[in-house]
């Protein structure tokens, strides 16, 4: 158990050093900086040699589980044994072919259930204490891959009011332009074909474009004589 109490008395100081670095960290805007890198680095480096240590003990404590696992499997198979034996005794003796009150048979069978019970009393122990190590071993693999250390969240750089102010004035004239290029662009009467500015007969069907001039020639060529008729 001493390889136990060992990872377990370094479980504990890679807690308490990662506590005491998150504290750090809040405190770090109330802190001179360069007060705050100094003890940030000692305890960045207690913490890197604790994590070492845990790294080093895992191995050890791998081989133990295996060792272990092995033992117990060994074990199960021993108690099977002894299991069927106890059970073929009794079986023997209720068909008549030992008497269950001779000495010798009853020392027999005593002697088998207690080596049986014996056994499943080690393999009880054995087992909780594999589990003890599985669940230590979890520990060490968690502290070995860096989730005791405090994480840093980056973030999102923010767009400078400048530069928002830039992007809306630019967005501003991009729709200005736009309306201007609908404000110019002129719809044929006849084939609602959409003509660039400054045409004077539809791209599309060839229809004359301005019907207000069109309308005003026309009021043109009539001479005085016929408004007055």
Known sequence: MALERKIQDLLARRTELSERLS????MKVETNQRVYSRI????????NEVLG?????????????SDLTKKINDLEKKHQSESDLVEELQIRA?????????????KELDSATSERNSTADELDGFRSELGDLKKVLRDVEDATQGKGAPSKSKKKPEADD???DELDLDDDLDLDDEADE????????S???????????CEECGAALDEDETLDDEFDLLDDSDLDL
Do not use: T
């Open 182 to 189: 609908d404000d110019d662009s002129v719809k044929c009467p």
């Open 94 to 106: 209720r068909l008549r072919e030992h008497d269950e009150n001779d000495p010798s048979f009853q």
């Open 40 to 47: 940030k680095g000692d305890y960045d480096d207690q913490l």
């Open 162 to 164: 400048d530069s928002l």
């Open 191 to 201: 084939c609602a074909h959409v003509n660039p500015p400054q045409k004077l007969f």
């Open 23 to 26: 504290n750090l960290e809040i």
């Open 53 to 65: 240590k845990l790294g080093a003990e895992k191995g050890s404590l791998e081989g133990k589980v």
